[in-house]
């Protein structure tokens, strides 16, 4: 079935350090990787994604990498702030029958610490 | 811009009763998602609808239903509630369409939803 797993559940960096989140899925035909940092209180906030014909795209302080053989994708945080500490979620979509769902792993608790 | 809005933030609800949560989405955008997030875990996938249309459903029961508006925003309803149905329901919108590819979805606050 669709999964996607995401790792480590927990990860706690001093602030200038940089942070790593990985996941894997399960379903070969998924071709949307999002990733979301959700706030207490707050909805899930998109901060990058990425489609499978890519391989890597950045964004300021932020990259995701995605390897299809593998079905891993990661989220890379350099110079990290302690507004970076947040819940991060990745997920995997596939569109099909004119609809598409993501499947979000379990989340990573990142704390920045000063 | 105004994000996507859902009302109200917080609902006490008792075993039984029936709910209807409320989401808006942003502008032009004419495809909305519904979501469950129970505490400590990722968002599961409830419904997703275009043009007024169910185009796809994850795995809950009947008690849960939706619709979507000619204004594009939607409602979505559980009946008979059940202790497990203590959650946080979040709203997506997107450009999804038919034929678009993958479209990003953008998230609301959320209803959070309290069973007694």
């Known amino acids: 079935g669709e999964n996607v797993e995401q790792h480590p559940s927990t990860l706690s960096v001093q602030e200038g350090d940089s942070a790593v989140i990985k996941c894997t899925y399960s379903d070969s035909a998924s071709n949307y990787f999002p990733w979301y940092k959700q706030e207490l209180g707050k909805g899930p906030q998109l901060i990058i994604d990425?489609?499978?014909?890519?391989g890597e795209k950045k964004d300021q302080r932020i990259a995701v990498t995605l390897n299809k053989t593998a079905k891993h994708f990661s989220l890379h945080i350099t110079e990290t702030q302690p507004e970076d500490s947040a819940v991060y979620f990745c997920a995997a979509s596939i569109f099909s029958g004119g609809y598409n769902k993501l499947i979000f792993g379990a989340g990573t608790r990142l704390a920045v610490h000063p | 811009d105004a994000g996507v809005t859902q009302s109200p933030t917080h609902l006490i609800k008792t075993r039984g009763q029936h709910v209807t949560l409320r989401c808006s989405p942003i502008?032009?955008?004419?495809?909305v998602s519904w979501y469950q997030q129970v505490l400590g875990q990722g968002p599961q996938f409830i419904f997703q609808y275009y043009e007024k249309e169910e185009r796809g459903r994850g795995n809950f029961p009947d008690r849960f239903s939706a619709r979507q508006f000619p204004n594009y925003s939607s409602e979505l309803n559980v009946n008979a509630l059940l202790l497990g149905d203590s959650a946080l329901y979040l709203c997506?919108?997107?450009?999804?369409?038919?034929?678009?590819?993958?479209?990003?979805?953008?998230f609301g606050d959320g209803t959070r939803l309290s069973i007694l």
């Open positions: 502008s032009g955008h004419k495809s």
């Open positions: 990425i489609r499978s014909n890519v």
């Open positions: 997506a919108s997107s450009e999804q369409g038919r034929g678009y590819s993958n479209q990003p979805q953008h």
